[in-house]
């Protein structure tokens, strides 16, 4: 098969030489506690969808998707494939992207979010696909903390990472009117590697392919350990983005980084991606999370969360903050005090901070 279009002819890859994994252990995303195998698309290793795109190796997956390392064989360059479940409607998120792409004043911030190259329907045995192709990115911030002793960073390391992290906010609140909503560790991405660690990665996946385990119906690749970059993290995943122009109440970020605004189901804006980047900040100096929020049941409790707030911030939230959200008497009473419906813990930012490294502690927990 040849397309016209194409200035690259497909690799071949081998059909042994590989590691045949025990198919009755569950991976990748077999883990996850609600997988089901038939939302998602069976690629193969090798094949070309839409056309267009061939696919090298498998580079992550999640909830909804998985992502692929793949050569655009008409542009002859690299990108990275998201297939998304069938049932996912990714019209909102493209609706994102095209204002992102849409955006004419220039703004420094522009150049550190990860464009969208691409999107279409690819059809499997149970349904229609969505797959969005964007710029490649190199690993992630949680990734490269593993390769890290302590799997923590310096004070003074973070800031330079929160410094970029804040200009693309700029751009995104003040241009783009963008809230992204997500901010974690896993949405942040280092640059492309050089373009001969790409070659290389290719070309190892052709020497040493991928381990999988076959099933009837499908193939499941283990993940490939993808080259580092250089450079600061660049954000991605704007899968969770809204327009800052609508108003929102709606359930938001990863629980243990959620706004108290959103715990309170109060209206919320782009100060939650503030709220977010300090949480951020802690995950990338700190290997214990600055909130469990868990009930003694081992369940995300907003209780339990809210107690762990009060405890390092102790004064009562300002009146006026109490006053947006009707939940908030159930939390408090009118005066401030907190109603005891959780135990507030007995922690302060101090005692939270102590393994942290750096010269100023003092100004980071200010």
């Given at each position: 098969m040849f397309s016209s279009q194409w200035t690259s002819v497909p690799r071949e890859f081998p059909s042994s030489g590989f590691m045949l994994l025990d198919s009755s252990v569950h991976l990748e995303e077999e883990t996850l506690p609600t997988h089901q195998a038939q939302k998602y698309y069976p690629i193969q290793q090798g094949e070309v969808i839409n056309n267009r795109y061939q696919v090298l190796a498998r580079l992550g997956y999640g909830v909804t998707s998985t992502v692929w390392f793949g050569r655009d064989l008409t542009l002859t360059g690299y990108v990275a494939l998201k297939i998304y479940m069938t049932g996912e409607n990714r019209d909102d998120e493209l609706k994102i992207y095209n204002r992102l792409n849409s955006v004419e004043i220039e703004n420094p911030g522009e150049r550190f979010i990860r464009r969208l190259f691409d999107h279409f329907i690819i059809t499997g045995p149970h349904g229609q696909h969505v797959c969005?192709?964007?710029?490649?990115?190199?690993?992630?911030?949680?990734?490269?903390?593993?390769?890290?002793?302590?799997?923590?960073?310096?004070?003074?390391d973070m800031q330079i990472c929160i410094?970029?992290?804040?200009?693309?906010?700029?751009?995104?609140?003040s241009v783009a009117g963008v809230i992204h909503t997500d901010l974690q560790l896993k949405n942040l991405l280092l640059?492309?590697?050089?373009?001969?660690?790409?070659?290389?990665?290719?070309?190892?996946?052709i020497r040493n392919p991928s381990a999988r385990k076959v099933l009837q119906d499908r193939t499941i690749y283990r993940t490939a350990r993808f080259p580092p970059g250089d450079g600061l993290p660049l954000l991605s995943d704007f899968g969770e983005a809204r327009l800052s122009n609508k108003q929102h109440t709606e359930d938001i970020m990863p629980n243990p980084h959620r706004a108290p605004e959103v715990i309170l189901r109060a209206r919320w804006d782009y100060k939650v991606d503030i709220w977010n980047i300090a949480m951020v900040a802690w995950d990338?100096?700190?290997s214990s999370t600055i909130i469990n929020g868990r009930n003694p049941e081992s369940i995300f409790d907003d209780r339990a969360h809210l107690a762990e707030l009060v405890a390092p911030l102790g004064?009562?939230?300002?009146?006026?903050?109490?006053?947006?959200?009707?939940?908030?008497?159930?939390?408090?009473?009118?005066?401030?005090?907190?109603?005891?419906?959780?135990?507030?813990?007995?922690?302060?930012?101090?005692?939270?901070?102590?393994?942290?490294?750096?010269?100023d502690k003092d100004g980071f927990l200010r």
């Amino acid at each position: 098969m040849f397309s016209s279009q194409w200035t690259s002819v497909p690799r071949e890859f081998p059909s042994s030489g590989f590691m045949l994994l025990d198919s009755s252990v569950h991976l990748e995303e077999e883990t996850l506690p609600t997988h089901q195998a038939q939302k998602y698309y069976p690629i193969q290793q090798g094949e070309v969808i839409n056309n267009r795109y061939q696919v090298l190796a498998r580079l992550g997956y999640g909830v909804t998707s998985t992502v692929w390392f793949g050569r655009d064989l008409t542009l002859t360059g690299y990108v990275a494939l998201k297939i998304y479940m069938t049932g996912e409607n990714r019209d909102d998120e493209l609706k994102i992207y095209n204002r992102l792409n849409s955006v004419e004043i220039e703004n420094p911030g522009e150049r550190f979010i990860r464009r969208l190259f691409d999107h279409f329907i690819i059809t499997g045995p149970h349904g229609q696909h969505v797959c969005l192709v964007h710029e490649l990115f190199g690993i992630s911030a949680s990734e490269l903390l593993e390769w890290i002793p302590g799997k923590v960073m310096t004070l003074e390391d973070m800031q330079i990472c929160i410094r970029q992290l804040l200009v693309v906010l700029d751009f995104l609140h003040s241009v783009a009117g963008v809230i992204h909503t997500d901010l974690q560790l896993k949405n942040l991405l280092l640059p492309t590697p050089k373009p001969e660690a790409l070659s290389n990665f290719e070309e190892e996946e052709i020497r040493n392919p991928s381990a999988r385990k076959v099933l009837q119906d499908r193939t499941i690749y283990r993940t490939a350990r993808f080259p580092p970059g250089d450079g600061l993290p660049l954000l991605s995943d704007f899968g969770e983005a809204r327009l800052s122009n609508k108003q929102h109440t709606e359930d938001i970020m990863p629980n243990p980084h959620r706004a108290p605004e959103v715990i309170l189901r109060a209206r919320w804006d782009y100060k939650v991606d503030i709220w977010n980047i300090a949480m951020v900040a802690w995950d990338i100096v700190s290997s214990s999370t600055i909130i469990n929020g868990r009930n003694p049941e081992s369940i995300f409790d907003d209780r339990a969360h809210l107690a762990e707030l009060v405890a390092p911030l102790g004064c009562p939230p300002p009146d006026d903050f109490r006053e947006r959200s009707h939940l908030s008497s159930v939390f408090w009473d009118d005066s401030g005090t907190w109603k005891e419906l959780a135990p507030i813990p007995d922690i302060t930012f101090e005692s939270l901070a102590a393994n942290i490294k750096g010269e100023d502690k003092d100004g980071f927990l200010r």
